[in-house]
């Protein structure tokens, strides 16, 4: 809690007139580039480097530099009060363990006992030290949570840095050059942080022309290189060659590397033996020559991503980094952590008996909470549980809730919202949850193979394909259609993925229990600045409680307050009402088609063996084009002649998988008779790489096996008998009209909440719309020049016009701003022309649907239901007379609405009507190709000519 004192004097030093970078913060918050967690840092980051010299923490507090604790307050016996009189750092001791949490609680009042009875006992530099871990360095954490911009904020410290390096060369506070340790263990890191540093533009903090000027002295180096091919250290190591080329080092500014901490902390002095009588910098230069050169950097600041103290390469890390800060020229160690508190409290000793236990990193000099970054640069978490649910059920309602909630959800960087299911085993990705998968997105329209990636490390039963990691890499890219990302221990930290908007953990196991806030919160990064965005998270019983205990124990919170930190400042309430019986609107009688289908067997399965062997025949492709990813939303697509393919092929696993995919219908005895033959198509689809059997991809896989599963079954016809039948159907289906609900995006209602209340009130008749009797009161009221009161009683009374013809309940929810925009147009066209237009593309809501067929050789085929988004009805005699039914959709689906939108045209088109008897019907489809007026346009031609 150390970093509640040093903000404190922080906002106190920017409140002076004369703060030397009042103005630069000034420019960054008119800027707004940055997040106000980001700025809140850059305050601290300046305020230490400039008010205090990039002194050491322990060193700052001895001095007492934080202090605002009045003695006069403090019941101290004579001598405790002269000594803190003297002495800061006793003060400022004092002043920490009087702090208080969040709920009032003392931070301390053992060690305020102790320090009273002591004051004069106490080596408070020792104490001051041991507290902040025996550090003689300028080593500060700033701890940010998880989309918050960390990457970001290193580089505008970087940049901080060196602009004022160049005002003063000589002055130490100021580093001139850069290390980052990106995160141990996740290598993949290096890239994207570099990237993530390049993009940043200094001109976002820093006037021009000085940005561009800085910008012009970085050099980035990655250091990512096999230390030898030989693993031998003695020959030159690639990356130290890459630091030396900068010679002479004295003279280096501007130079930022990326590097993993097991490139320094690797020490290979045994194995080479190398003499203990040697000089001590040959001895290290031998040990690892990159951690020599590294410490010979002159003016050098540490960044470290994702401090933890008590990792073991951590701890190694910390001395390797302790060794460079010996010598001259060092700067200081920047850390940047999720967050501040301990897993296990760390102690440290105080006069030799009493001891200090902290449950908090004590280095953090700055500290953002999660809490505070939902729905501000977070995405707000609507989290189910499930107590009594199985697995397969969580992932199920799971997946619904997220096609229901998000399928149609494109942010403004055009990347699709997804999901992410955490697998915990292979077999259950592969053999449980994808097909579970797979037969709901069908459910909702979409191709299973085209909007679900399986994606893990891969066993001896399944293999993970090029193809797979092509398309995780590219998942937050707009050329990405994958919506369901299944997955197995992979993504759970480093994974940055912004439109990732759901995640289910469904059982124990389906991440590591350490990790589950990091992989429960991996939807929560924002797309799109300043814009209210939802996420979903689907726990089970036990993740649901491992979650809360790591929200106690990392954040100093709870999941309840985890859930309604974004209820109390952004949940709104929308009361929903009926209105069905006002309007006096009617159920919609039409007619729907009805198909009925008989099954005849026309060949019997007699002679599967020929089937067998024909099965491959004609299937190879001696040319395949694969698309390649380059970056920058870029791809090409290369023709590939030569054999490949990269997913290990087994004999046995592939008649496994054969029979496997016949759903029980061919087993493994069934396939027996026939081995020789089916050994003859394996050999054919299959090729050697380096002793190893390979499937060509030459050949679609699946393909070939589906046609083997032709050869046992019987051939068979299907008949269909059509038939016309009438139906009724409800616009609004009261009983599913809840009410209130609760929102976090009021914008995608019509009518707003304050209009909706007042059509409601002109219903009931709690108001009357203007008549000859509030007129003249109205009047009167102006007559006695009380003009205020008879515009309030006009504005009170004002007739809403448009509830006279739309708006059959309230109110209703717009889930894309292509059915809102052209709601909002449409209400000026009925207005004048006796019509009206009711919303019907809340499925739940309404019973309007429209069964689809495809027209086939054989007759028709079912492909799916139908809901209208608009109906402009006109009536006769108050009765539905003619409706013409708009559909809106983004080009982008045209192709998925292709089967659809043809039965809607040939149905409900006028001139195909004598089949369907849809004579009252006319069907009317607008695309967000064209521009909003020309679909105005199209729907008044429709209109006049209907």
Same mark, same amino acid.
């Given at each position: 809690?150390?970093?509640?004192?040093?903000?404190?004097?922080?906002?106190?030093?920017?409140?002076?007139?004369?703060?030397?970078?009042?103005?630069?913060?000034?420019?960054?918050?008119?800027?707004?580039?940055?997040?106000?967690?980001?700025?809140?840092?850059?305050?601290?980051?300046?305020?230490?480097?400039?008010?205090?010299?990039?002194?050491?923490?322990?060193?700052?507090?001895?001095?007492?530099?934080?202090?605002s604790l009045n003695i006069d307050d403090l019941e101290l016996n004579v001598t405790a009060r002269a000594f803190m009189g003297v002495n800061p750092a006793a003060a400022a001791l004092m002043e920490y363990a009087r702090l208080r949490d969040k709920n009032g609680k003392q931070l301390s009042p053992e060690l305020e006992s102790f320090i009273k009875t002591n004051a004069n006992k106490i080596d408070y530099e020792s104490a001051f030290s041991a507290i902040f871990y025996n550090a003689r360095y300028s080593d500060y954490i700033y701890s940010l949570p998880m989309g918050a911009g960390k990457t970001y904020l290193m580089a505008a410290f970087i940049y901080l840095d060196l602009h004022f390096a160049q005002n003063e060369p000589n002055n130490k506070a100021f580093a001139h050059n850069f290390i980052i340790f990106a995160p141990s263990g996740l290598k993949s890191s290096i890239v994207p942080s570099l990237k993530t540093i390049e993009r940043f533009d200094p001109s976002w903090i820093i006037a021009e022309p000085a940005a561009s000027e800085l910008k012009k002295l970085i050099k980035?180096?990655?250091?990512?290189?096999?230390?030898?091919?030989?693993?031998?250290?003695?020959?030159?190591?690639?990356?130290?060659?890459?630091?030396?080329?900068?010679?002479?080092?004295?003279?280096?500014?501007?130079?930022?590397?990326?590097?993993?901490?097991?490139?320094?902390?690797?020490?290979?002095?045994?194995?080479?033996?190398?003499?203990?009588?040697?000089?001590?910098?040959?001895?290290?230069?031998?040990?690892?020559?990159?951690?020599?050169?590294?410490?010979?950097?002159?003016?050098?600041?540490?960044?470290?991503?994702?401090?933890?103290?008590?990792?073991?390469?951590?701890?190694?890390?910390?001395?390797?980094?302790?060794?460079?800060?010996?010598?001259?020229?060092?700067?200081?160690?920047?850390?940047?952590?999720?967050?501040?508190?301990?897993?296990?409290?760390?102690?440290a000793t105080i006069a030799e008996r009493f001891v200090i236990k902290n449950t908090e990193l004590t280095n953090v000099a700055y500290y953002y909470p999660l809490i505070d970054g939902i729905n501000n640069f977070l995405k707000t978490p609507r989290v189910k549980r499930s107590s009594n649910e199985d697995s397969l059920s969580i992932v199920e309602n799971g997946?619904?809730?997220?096609?229901?909630?998000?399928?149609?959800?494109?942010?403004?960087?055009?990347?699709?919202?997804?999901?992410?299911?955490?697998?915990?085993?292979?077999?259950?990705?592969?053999?449980?949850?994808?097909?579970?998968?797979?037969?709901?997105?069908?459910?909702?329209?979409?191709?299973?193979?085209?909007?679900?990636?399986?994606?893990?490390?891969?066993?001896?039963?399944?293999?993970?394909?090029?193809?797979?990691?092509?398309?995780?890499?590219?998942?937050?890219?707009?050329?990405?259609?994958?919506?369901?990302?299944?997955?197995?221990?992979?993504?759970?930290?480093?994974?940055?993925?912004?439109?990732?908007?759901?995640?289910?953990?469904?059982?124990?196991?389906?991440?590591?229990?350490?990790?589950?806030?990091?992989?429960?919160?991996?939807?929560?990064?924002?797309?799109?600045?300043?814009?209210?965005?939802?996420?979903?998270?689907?726990?089970?019983?036990?993740?649901?409680?491992?979650?809360?205990?790591?929200?106690?124990?990392?954040?100093?919170?709870?999941?309840?307050?985890?859930?309604?930190?974004?209820?109390?400042?952004?949940?709104?309430?929308?009361?929903?009402?009926?209105r069905i019986d006002h309007l006096r609107l009617p159920p919609i009688d039409f007619y729907q088609l009805r198909v009925k289908y008989d099954t005849i067997v026309i060949e019997k399965a007699e002679n599967p063996k020929e089937a067998i062997a024909k099965s491959v025949k004609g299937e190879r492709r001696e040319s395949i084009i694969e698309t390649k990813i380059l970056g920058d939303d870029r791809a090409i697509d290369i023709a590939i002649d030569k054999e490949f393919g990269d997913e290990f092929a087994d004999f046995n696993r592939w008649l496994y998988l054969i029979a496997k995919e016949s759903f029980g219908f061919i087993t493994m005895n069934a396939l027996n008779p026939y081995l020789d033959t089916l050994r003859a198509v394996y050999n054919e689809i299959v090729y050697t790489k380096d002793g190893r059997a390979l499937y060509s991809a030459k050949y679609d896989?699946?393909? #070939?096996?589906?046609? /083997? $599963? &032709?050869?046992?079954?019987?051939?068979? =016809?299907?008949?269909? *008998?059509?038939?016309?039948?009438?139906?009724?159907?409800?616009?609004?289906?009261?009983?599913?009209?809840?009410?209130?609900?609760?929102?976090?995006?009021?914008?995608?209602?019509?009518?707003?909440?304050? #209009?909706?209340?007042? /059509? $409601? &009130?002109?219903?009931?008749?709690?108001? =009357?719309?203007?008549? *000859?009797?509030?007129?003249?009161?109205?009047?009167?009221?102006?007559?006695?020049?009380?003009?205020?009161?008879?515009?309030?009683?006009?504005?009170?009374?004002?007739?809403?016009?448009?509830?006279?013809?739309?708006?059959?309940?309230?109110?209703?929810?717009?889930?894309?701003?292509?059915?809102?925009?052209?709601?909002?147009?449409?209400?000026?066209?009925?207005?004048?022309?006796g019509l009206e237009i009711y919303y019907n593309g809340d499925r739940e809501l309404t019973e309007f649907k429209i069964a689809c067929h495809k027209q086939t050789k054989k007759g028709w085929q079912y492909i799916g239901e139908y809901t209208p988004d608009f109906l402009i009805i006109k009536r006769k005699d108050d009765k539905i007379y003619k409706v013409i039914i708009v559909e809106t959709k983004g080009a982008i689906y045209a192709d998925k609405f292709k089967d659809k939108l043809d039965f809607m045209r040939t149905a409900f088109k006028r001139k195909n009507n004598e089949k369907f008897k849809y004579d009252r019907f006319d069907f009317l489809y607008l695309e967000d190709s064209e521009p909003i007026d020309q679909r105005i346009i199209k729907t008044i031609n429709a209109i006049e000519n209907f």
């Open positions: 809690m150390f970093y509640e004192l040093i903000a404190a004097k922080r906002d106190q030093w920017f409140e002076q007139s004369d703060c030397p970078v009042k103005d630069m913060i000034a420019y960054i918050e008119k800027k707004g580039y940055m997040r106000d967690a980001q700025i809140g840092a850059i305050k601290t980051y300046l305020f230490l480097k400039i008010a205090h010299e990039n002194k050491p923490l322990w060193q700052l507090f001895v001095e007492g530099r934080f202090n980035f180096e990655i250091l990512d290189e096999p230390r030898s091919q030989n693993k031998n250290n003695r020959a030159k190591n690639p990356n130290a060659q890459k630091i030396n080329s900068y010679q002479p080092l004295n003279d280096l500014i501007g130079l930022i590397a990326i590097v993993n901490a097991e490139k320094v902390i690797l020490d290979r002095i045994d194995a080479l033996g190398v003499h203990n009588d040697s000089p001590e910098d040959e001895r290290d230069k031998q040990a690892n020559e990159l951690r020599n050169i590294i410490g010979k950097i002159p003016n050098l600041a540490i960044y470290i991503d994702e401090v933890h103290h008590a990792a073991d390469d951590d701890i190694k890390l910390r001395k390797v980094v302790t060794q460079w800060t010996k010598k001259s020229g060092f700067n200081s160690v920047i850390g940047f952590s999720g967050t501040p508190y301990l897993e296990k409290a760390e102690s997946i619904r809730d997220f096609l229901d909630q998000y399928k149609e959800t494109i942010y403004g960087n055009q990347t699709t919202a997804k999901l992410a299911i955490y697998c915990g085993t292979i077999e259950n990705l592969e053999e449980t949850i994808y097909p579970k998968a797979a037969q709901i997105v069908e459910e909702y329209g979409l191709n299973p193979a085209e909007v679900i990636l399986k994606y893990h490390r891969g066993n001896k039963n399944y293999n993970v394909t090029k193809e797979a990691q092509t398309e995780f890499a590219s998942l937050d890219l707009p050329i990405s259609k994958k919506r369901i990302i299944l997955l197995v221990q992979i993504g759970k930290e480093g994974w940055d993925c912004r439109s990732l908007s759901g995640v289910i953990l469904s059982q124990k196991g389906d991440c590591p229990t350490n990790m589950v806030l990091q992989t429960a919160c991996r939807c929560l990064r924002q797309v799109d600045k300043n814009k209210t965005e939802t996420a979903l998270i689907w726990l089970n019983k036990f993740n649901e409680e491992t979650l809360n205990k790591q929200l106690k124990s990392q954040q100093n919170t709870d999941l309840n307050a985890f859930e309604t930190a974004a209820n109390k400042k952004y949940i709104k309430i929308i009361n929903r009402y009926s896989q699946g393909l #070939i096996r589906s046609n /083997i $599963r &032709k050869a046992f079954y019987d051939k068979r =016809d299907v008949t269909t *008998k059509d038939e016309i039948v009438p139906q009724e159907a409800r616009l609004l289906k009261i009983e599913k009209l809840f009410s209130p609900i609760e929102t976090t995006d009021v914008s995608k209602y019509r009518p707003d909440q304050s #209009i909706a209340e007042k /059509i $409601r &009130k002109l219903d009931d008749n709690e108001i =009357d719309p203007l008549n *000859k009797k509030v007129l003249k009161m109205i009047e009167d009221l102006e007559a006695m020049g009380q003009k205020v009161a008879a515009n309030a009683l006009r504005e009170t009374n004002k007739d809403i016009d448009e509830r006279h013809y739309t708006y059959h309940y309230l109110s209703y929810f717009f889930a894309s701003a292509l059915e809102s925009d052209f709601f909002d147009k449409a209400l000026t066209i009925v207005r004048n022309r």
